[in-house]
């Protein structure tokens, strides 16, 4: 996992990047409008609900490098659509019978 520091202001917003190492969150983060950045980021608390997950996955999931997500202040943000991905290949896993993780086989 790559940690890196916003040049704005280093102690608030932190990026996690994982499979891209550019800055295109934070500048993502940074050009969205308020109503629609809350469309395009979910905490993480929300993104377990959604995945029907715990945050213990989810936070798995990103130290993994299976979702991307920003540190904003105290809060850590999923891209909504790194975690639509994850639930896809979870799904398509799921239907070709590939075995769960810790499962024996």
């Given at each position: 996992m790559t940690k890196r520091n916003n040049l704005h202001d280093s102690k608030a917003i932190r990026v996690y990047c994982f499979k891209d190492p550019t800055d295109a969150l934070l500048e993502e983060w940074?050009?969205?409008p308020d109503?629609?950045?809350s469309r395009k980021f979910i905490g993480t608390a929300d993104?377990?609900?959604i995945a029907h997950v715990t945050r213990q996955t989810i936070h798995l999931w990103l130290d993994s490098g299976?979702?991307?997500a920003l540190r904003v202040g105290k809060k850590l943000y999923v891209q909504a659509d790194s975690l639509?991905?994850?639930i896809r290949l979870q799904a398509r896993e799921w239907t070709a019978g590939v075995p769960r993780r810790g499962t024996a086989t």
């Open positions: 940074f050009s969205l109503h629609e950045r993104a377990a609900k299976e979702l991307l639509r991905a994850r």
